[in-house]
């Protein structure tokens, strides 16, 4: 069976510019999570997707954004790149209940020039 | 609030030492989860452990244990005779809950090191 998987691998942009990442969950998840990893700064929450609907939103700002598709995919949305957005983005899956462990992708890591 | 602390950021050991990586949590929550994970080099983070506050009792897989005391709010992790393949981050975590909703919170890792 798959594991959730993160496209693409590498993204290199440069300040101002947009970046679209990607998630697809295991297939049977509802929930898709997206953590930033900046070094440093260790893995910070950025937003919560479940049944379609974003559920939860960490301490970002607006230009984060997401959805989720009907089939569960994931896409985040980085707009006005900063070099501090700098980072591995992983994505995480679940079956959306409460306190039950999350599968993580390899991440996507997005350099801004 | 809750809040996961991960006082050791790296760590050195040579093969086959044990180690034990320390993690202690604040959460106002009088029954709540813990977890563990492990990041190797690749990237991936991979579930290690979950912990219920209800069980203090000590958890062994293999060469890793945990030991959970909630009076000292700690969850700490030993690899005993540690290999060089144990070399990765690992992550202490802590669901938040609001509401319906709930997000993990980690800690900031720690980077553990096995020399050969």
């Known amino acids: 069976e798959a594991g959730v998987t993160q496209s693409p691998t590498h993204l290199i942009k440069t300040r101002g510019q947009q970046a679209t990442l990607r998630c697809s969950p295991i297939?049977?998840?509802?929930?898709v999570y997206w953590y930033q990893q900046a070094l440093g700064l260790g893995l910070q929450f950025l937003l919560w997707?479940?049944?379609?609907?974003?559920?939860n939103r960490g301490n970002f700002p607006p230009r984060f954004s997401g959805r989720q598709f009907p089939n569960y995919s994931s896409e985040l949305n980085v707009n006005a790149l900063a070099r501090e957005d700098s980072a591995l983005y992983l994505c995480?899956?679940?079956?959306?209940?409460?306190?039950?462990?999350?599968?993580f992708g390899s991440g996507t890591q997005l350099s801004v020039l | 609030a809750q809040k996961v602390t991960q006082a050791q950021t790296e760590i050195s050991v040579v093969e086959k030492e044990d180690v034990t990586l320390d993690c202690v949590y604040e959460?106002?929550?009088?029954?709540?989860?813990l977890f563990w994970y492990k990041q190797p080099p690749s990237g991936e983070l991979v579930f290690l452990i979950r912990?219920?506050?209800?069980?203090?009792q000590n958890e062994i897989s293999g060469r890793y244990s945990w030991n959970f005391q909630k009076s000292t709010s700690s969850f700490n992790f030993t690899i005993t005779a540690s290999q060089v393949v144990d070399s990765a981050v690992y992550f202490c975590?802590?669901?938040?809950?609001?509401?319906?909703?709930?997000?993990?919170?980690f800690g900031k890792g720690i980077t553990l090191s096995v020399r050969p």
């Open positions: 995480a899956s679940s079956q959306g209940l409460k306190n039950e462990k999350l599968f």
């Open positions: 912990r219920n506050s209800f069980d203090e």
């Open positions: 959460t106002r929550d009088t029954t709540y989860y």
């Open positions: 297939s049977g998840h509802t929930s």
């Open positions: 975590a802590l669901p938040f809950l609001t509401g319906a909703n709930s997000k993990l919170t």
């Open positions: 997707y479940d049944e379609g609907e974003e559920r």
